[in-house]
Structure formats: structure tokens, C-alpha cells
């Protein structure tokens, strides 16, 4: 093996050094059409995987420093940071409905619970005067 990457999801890229017979009579290539040629293999646990090649390098003699080099590849954005992400653009939607505007639901639901400051309306020349308002008992 040249190089071997894996990926979060469980998918491995193998790129060999030479061309080879496998057990099963299938034949490998290093190259295709003078580009490395990569073999894509998809195992559902990485550290067993990862664990098991190693442990066939060494049997094979080689030593740490010779082990091939393994990349591992993750997304750049996290399921979980993507999922915080929309909580919490949903959470400030919510409160951005809450935050009393003039006009549109907020203005009548303050009205009808009498929360919305009052306003004064003078009329002048209606015939009434202040004195006769206050004579009133």
C-alpha cells in the first residue's frame, strides 16, 4: 500500500505501490492511464480496520516509522454543529416575533390587555367649558 485515507462515514481509499494478484485471482493496479487508481472499500468500524492494518504491517517487519500513512478525513462542518446551527437560528426567529413592533399582533394584543400608552385628544370649541366640568358635584 502507498497511502490510505478514511473518511468519517466509514469509507477507506487504497492506493497500492505496485500491481498484485489478490487470493481471490482478482488483479490490482497501481496505475490507470499513468494517474494512481485508488480502491474504495466501505467497513463499518474504523478502529478495528485501522488496528488490523497496522498489526499486518508489523508482521510483515516493518517498523513504525515505515507503517503507511493514514488520512483521515473529516467534513468540514459537523452534523452537530450544523444541527446547533438551526436550533439556534429557530430560537431567534422565535424571539425576534416576540420583540413588540408597531403595528401587526404585538400592537393589538397590547392594546387589548391595555398595556400600550394612552393619547389625548383636545377638541377645541365644543361648547364645553372647563368651569362647568368642575362645577359638576
Known amino acids: 500500500m502507498q497511502s490510505i485515507t478514511v473518511s ?12 498484485f494478484q489478490g487470493e481471490d485471482g482478482r488483479s490490482y493496479l497501481s496505475l490507470r492511464n499513468e494517474t494512481p487508481q485508488h480502491y474504495v472499500l466501505h467497513i463499518p468500524e474504523i478502529v478495528p480496520f ?4 497496522e498489526t499486518i504491517q508489523l508482521e510483515q517487519g516493518k517498523t513504525h ?18 444541527w446547533n446551527g438551526i436550533n439556534i437560528a429557530f430560537l431567534l426567529l422565535i424571539g425576534l416575533t416576540m420583540i413588540p413592533r408597531k ?12 398595556i400600550e400608552p394612552k393619547s389625548i385628544e383636545i377638541v377645541k370649541n365644543t361648547g364645553v367649558e372647563m ?3 368642575c362645577e359638576c358635584r
Do not use: C, F
Not at 468519517?8 to 500491481?19: A, S, Y
Not at 500513512?69 to 459537523?78: A, E, G
Open 8 to 19: 468519517e462515514r466509514g469509507r477507506v481509499w487504497i492506493t497500492i505501490k505496485e500491481d
Open 65 to 82: 516509522n515505515e507503517l503507511v500513512h493514514v488520512d483521515y478525513q473529516t467534513p468540514m462542518i459537523s452534523r452537530r454543529a450544523l
Open 131 to 133: 368651569r362647568r366640568v
Open 50 to 53: 485501522m488496528t488490523e492494518v
Open 103 to 114: 403595528g401587526g399582533m404585538n400592537n393589538m394584543m397590547s392594546k387589548a390587555m391595555g
